[in-house]
T-cell receptor, first 111, second 114 residues
Framework: ELKVEQNPLFLSMQEGKNYTIYCNYS?????LYWYRQDPGKSLESLFV?????AVKQEGRLMASLDTKARLSTLHITAAVHDLSATYFC???????????FGTGTRLTVIP | KAGVTQTPRYLIKTRGQQVTLSCSPI?????VSWYQQTPGQGLQFLFE???????NKGNFPGRFSGRQFSNSRSEMNVSTLELGDSALYLC?????????????FGQGTRLTVV
């Protein structure tokens, strides 16, 4: 079964600092997704990465994908309090349409 | 464009009862998937429907079932509820077009079993 691991599980960072969340997955896939979830809310799609070397940026967040290493990163630049949330990466198997989610990274940005 | 709509938003049920949750996908999306989210197990895939057919199923007991109607709306049913079924149930729809596989999630139904 496909396994998706995220680290760290918890991340507390000061405003203005940079940090990276890592997502490793165990089998071949070239479709990697990042979602954000606020407490008690649903999942908001952040990035869809569809090929090796894909890099996407939106505001202070940048995501990349290395399919050879089976690794995706979500980089946070100059964090602000509004980025506090839980971030999930997810992968789906080639030919399937069900997502395997990582454990999530709970990010808290401290003023 | 309306998003994915799930009803009801909250439910409280007693052990042994059954429950039906509903999901209306984004217009034009024909794939609907269901996920269970709990603090202990995280987000887990339940099943996926496309054109009224179940295409994939996760590792859940037979008490969990679903269906999809011709208008792509989907329902999931849980029979003989157990305390461990308390969770946030999320529905996602996808357009299933070449190169576009993004899944959009509804607000979820929070089920509490007492």
């Amino acid at each position: 079964e496909l396994k998706v691991e995220q680290n760290p599980l918890f991340l507390s960072m000061q405003e203005g600092k940079n940090y990276t969340i890592y997502c490793n997955y165990s089998t071949t896939s070239d479709r990697l997704y990042w979602y954000r979830q606020d407490p008690g809310k649903s999942l908001e799609s952040l990035f869809v990465l569809l090929s090796n070397g894909a890099v996407k940026q939106e505001g202070r967040l940048m995501a990349s994908l290395d399919t050879k290493a089976r690794l995706s990163t979500l980089h946070i630049t100059a964090a602000v309090h509004d980025l506090s949330a839980t971030y999930f990466c997810a992968v789906d198997l080639l030919g399937a349409n069900n997502l395997f989610f990582g454990t999530g990274t709970r990010l808290t940005v401290i003023p | 464009k309306a998003g994915v709509t799930q009803t009801p938003r909250y439910l409280i049920k007693t052990r042994g009862q059954q429950v039906t949750l509903s999901c209306s996908p984004i217009s034009g999306h024909r794939s609907v998937s269901w996920y269970q989210q709990t603090p202990g197990q995280g987000l887990q895939f339940l099943f996926e429907y496309f054109s009224e057919t179940q295409r994939n199923k996760g590792n859940f007991p037979g008490r969990f079932s679903g269906r999809q109607f011709s208008n792509s709306r989907s329902e999931m049913n849980v029979s003989t509820l157990e305390l461990g079924d308390s969770a946030l149930y999320l529905c996602a729809s996808r357009p299933i077009r070449r190169g576009n596989t993004e899944a959009f999630f509804g607000q979820g139904t929070r089920l509490t079993v007492v």
